[in-house]
């Protein structure tokens, strides 16, 4: 847990309600030696224009198979993907080959991956203008937009080294700047930070948001990295199993009572001290976050309130998390104060009690 | 023989394996590279997957490759008249030499562009590439240093099917080796002949190796001399064989030997 002061201060993501990637019933089946393996089930995405949105899964959960679809790298089985208002599976034709109308659309659509995918053989500021000469730019215009986008993530001086000779975190943002080549409204990036040590993974996380922020730029991330959702997501979606389980903004998912997500991204434990304890998991967000709730709890019913454990932290320029506490007395002693607290507009999950029916109803 | 008697001959001799060497080295390429090119292509998972064809051409490929080069040039002698206009002498041995490269050169190809990492393929196809820009900027770039000592064991081996060629007149290094120093025990010659061969070769070797190791000491990645690739092989099977399936899985160690060996190299 570390908060990210960098974020407070920036500008705030201009996040509107314009849909820019959606898929509707993206079923992908690979088919192999007869055997068929369904790596994507029926998958609903919605992201909106301006926002960084997480989709965090395990290995093999179709996350892969998620953003190799939204720009058609992988023909989806079923389903649609429409891109800032173009569908482009209809764009895909029947052939296995990409048509022109379709490679128009993949240029508009920037992605960066997990292992850079730079070419060896090209400095890093041909590497930039490869995408330039794919759309048919002349070389002074090409050189001249390459330039202007390593210095944009601070590569000026490397424009004439090959990618041999940079590190990991040096790589990515060459492969950022090349993704950023052909103007996109959309980024998507396939696991970019996995191969990174976690000190460059924040510095290109940042570099996202601050792409994000100062281009406009949606960017779709897909990450095993519950951390990289925490840094820089505005929304993210659960995937197991190649569906989506839960999704929403993060301020959205932590309301959820018995969201595996929020659970995950705020970890919160501690043990019950005694018998005749209630533990309370109390849920911060929006408002109430701001307010001294459990001060004011301790002075008017006269209690004393013990911290088991807490995850607080800045999400998207809020103060969100959740707290373990622990009340003296059984559950039924409790009731006043446990409605006290959901007055000030706090959620409250009760441990030991209907939090457990709840967390087996969601899934 | 005197040395006097030898020196002309001698100087044919390689004048004339130079020219049918070279031609044929030539037409190997420009046929080679694009069949081979098309046999990863055509592959199951590649761009224009097409599986008919690319039995096709990997079976036409196998039977060339399996005839005996000396059956090769007297089953094509009808070919070469009809191009030639003779069946003997340089030009002529020039069409079975390059018929018989093509598919050796191609095979060499298309293992050098297969080693090509996928991503990147993905990576122009995400940016509107085409199969040709693939090709273009991409599989032959990125191959290139593999490609290169490709075309040098293609040089080596027609150097040595050369040796066949004076059965159709056609004189060269090899030539002189069996009429005058084997049929006609000239052991002396014969051994000059095959030293001048020797150097030759090596010659070659080393102008293809310098060049490879050149290209690949500017790219550092993909496509490496054979001799530096033992060093990485771990970091390039790991990226590769990722880039190629789902890319979950977190790899950090492949990236760090990686960048060491680029720079060493």
Known sequence: MHPCPAHTHALHSTVTETPVITTTGLTKVYRSRGREVTALDGVDLHVREGEVYGVIGQSGAGKSSLIRCVNLLERPTAGTVTVAGQDLTALAGRGPRAGKELRQARSRIGMVFQHFNLLSTRTVQDNVELPLEILGKSGKERSRKALELLDLVGLTDKAKSYPAQLSGGQKQRVGIARALAGDPKVLLSDEATSALDPETTRSILHLLRDLNRQLGLTVLLITHEMDVVKTVCDSAALMENGRIVESGTVTELLATPGSELAAALFPVSGEASGDDRTVLDVTFHGDAATRPVISQLSRTYNIDISILGAAMDTVAGRQVGRMRIELPGRYEDNVVPIGFLREQGLQIDIQGHAPALVKEGAK | ?265
């Open chain 2, 1 to 265: 023989m005197t040395w006097s008697e030898m020196q002309p001959l001698l100087e044919q001799a390689c004048w004339d394996t130079l020219y049918m060497v070279g031609w044929s080295t030539v037409i190997a390429v420009v046929g080679g590279l694009p069949l081979g090119i098309l046999l990863v292509l055509t592959d199951r998972g590649g761009l224009l997957q097409n599986t008919v064809l690319n039995k096709v051409i990997g079976q036409v490929v196998n039977i060339a490759r399996s005839m005996p080069f000396i059956i090769l040039m007297v089953a094509l002698m009808g070919f070469t008249r009809s191009i030639t206009g003779t069946t003997i002498g340089r030009e002529a041995a020039i069409v079975p030499l390059a018929i018989g490269a093509i598919p050796f050169f191609a095979r060499l190809v298309e293992t050098a562009v297969r080693e090509v990492d996928g991503g990147l393929v993905e990576a122009v196809q995400s940016m509107g590439g085409n199969t040709w820009t693939v090709v273009r900027k991409v599989l032959v770039p990125e191959s290139l240093p593999s490609l290169i000592s490709s075309t040098t064991t293609t040089i080596v081996a027609l150097i040595g099917y050369s040796a066949m060629a004076g059965t159709v007149g056609a004189g060269g290094l090899g030539d002189i080796a069996i009429r005058y120093g084997y049929q006609r025990f000239e052991t002396e010659l014969m051994w000059i002949t095959v030293g001048v061969l020797a150097v030759v070769i090596s010659l070659i070797q080393f102008v293809g190796d310098y060049a490879a190791r050149g290209l690949y000491r500017r790219g550092g990645q993909s496509g490496a001399a054979p001799r530096l690739r033992l060093l990485r092989s771990r970091a390039a099977v790991n990226s590769g064989s990722e880039a190629s399936d789902d890319t979950d899985s977190a790899d950090t160690s492949s990236e760090a030997p990686k960048a060491e060996v680029g720079k060493v190299a």
